[in-house]
């Protein structure tokens, strides 16, 4: 079966005056996909969502929906809906009204509004406060009416600009996973911007990663995650240690590396080849290292140090260890078994060849 594209962006260039916020952005995105732009603030993502809502023009390349050609189209001809960072809610209309006011535009039957209005609002689970007002919600209920707002017009493209952004960790929790709900209840293709990598990870389909407004990779979270196609890509998801070092050795099973302080280090095959005497970045995730009482017994792969550092987090403890010229950085996982982790203790810290990840040392 032949894939239906919804959206897509053709060789996308945006400027300000002489400043390119977006350049030569490309993306396809299927039916009923959960896309995110993922990137610090700056990187261009908000920047795309309004063009492909229509709020902005691109200065060059084509953009479609549906096949259509969008340049100069306005927004609502569009028939997308969007929830904004900030809830837009209008403060003198009741809830059932603010969800009803794209419907009204349309000039949809009273009866069809109530019925849709009642029917989105079970769909977020606030059917109880249709007749109360903004201001009488909390901050996660007015999100939540802001998006049954976008959904009520039934439209084929849901756009998201950071719409967590502005609750307390719980909610956030909370609300990103009533995304994920609704999400696989009504299938709508969805485009989300975020900069925060959690929430990416967790609601996506497919992530596209922007720096100063260039792509640098597209994929699925696990490829993000696990195979980053750049040193940025690898250091903004998620938190890693990077060593830099020498390329001593490398054979068909992978290579090894000698780090600046003095670490040898064994990486099992890389995307690329690299020449012995090349200087190198190494990788290695927190979560990959584990932690041990007393001196490293091999060499490789292994780092004898001093605990410095462990700050208790729930789940897990996060530790700083001191291990020669370098601070490594280890998330140990509680589970009422493990070492005392006391400051000050001599540990040894130990991870796979197969968890590292090896790069040239220029910073991308």
């Not at 901050?139 to 009520?152: D, E, N, P, S, Y």
């Not at 302080?261 to 690299?274: D, S």
């Not at 009482?293 to 490789?300: F, K, L, Q, S």
């Amino acid at each position: 079966m032949s894939k239906v594209i919804d959206v897509e962006l053709r060789n996308i260039m945006k400027k300000f005056q002489n400043n390119v916020v977006v350049r030569d952005f490309n993306l396809q995105v299927e039916q009923g996909e959960f896309v995110s732009f993922l990137g610090p603030s700056g990187c261009g993502k908000t920047t795309t969502l309004n063009m492909i809502a229509g709020f902005l023009d691109p200065d060059e390349g084509e953009l479609l929906i549906k096949g259509r050609r969008m340049n100069g189209v306005p927004p609502y001809k569009r028939e997308l809906g969007m929830v904004f960072q900030t809830y837009s809610l209008f403060p003198h209309m009741t809830v059932a009204e603010n969800v009803a006011y794209g419907l009204k535009l349309r000039k949809v039957g009273k009866a069809e509004m109530q019925e849709r209005v009642k029917r989105v609002l079970e769909l977020v689970k606030l059917p109880h406060v249709a007749d109360r007002y903004p201001k009488q919600l909390s901050g996660g209920q007015r999100q939540r009416i802001a998006i049954a707002r976008a959904l009520v017009i039934e439209p084929s493209l849901l756009l998201l600009d950071e719409p967590l952004s502005n609750l307390d960790a719980k909610l956030r929790e909370e609300l990103r996973d009533e995304l994920k709900r609704l999400h696989q209840e009504i299938g709508v293709t969805t485009i989300f911007v975020t900069h925060d990598q959690e929430e990416a990870l967790s609601l996506s389909d497919r992530i596209v990663v922007l720096n100063h407004g260039r792509v640098e990779q597209i994929g699925t979270p696990e490829e993000i995650y696990n195979r980053p196609a750049s040193e940025f890509v690898h250091t903004f998801i998620g938190k890693t240690n990077r060593l830099e070092g020498v390329v001593l050795a490398q054979d068909g099973e992978g290579l090894t590396v000698k780090t600046a302080g003095g670490l040898i280090v064994r990486a099992a095959r890389q995307q690329r080849a690299f020449a012995p005497g090349e200087r190198v970045a190494v990788f290695v995730r927190p979560e990959k290292i584990r932690l041990a009482d007393g001196a490293a017994a091999d060499e490789v792969n292994h780092a004898s140090g001093q605990l410095m550092i462990a700050s208790f987090l729930g789940a897990f403890t996060e530790c700083e260890v001191k291990a020669g010229g370098h601070t490594l950085s280890v998330k140990v996982q509680m589970d009422g078994q493990g070492m005392p982790l006391t400051p000050g203790r001599a540990v040894n810290c130990r991870w796979e060849s197969e968890d590292v990840l090896v790069m040239p040392a220029e910073r991308g």
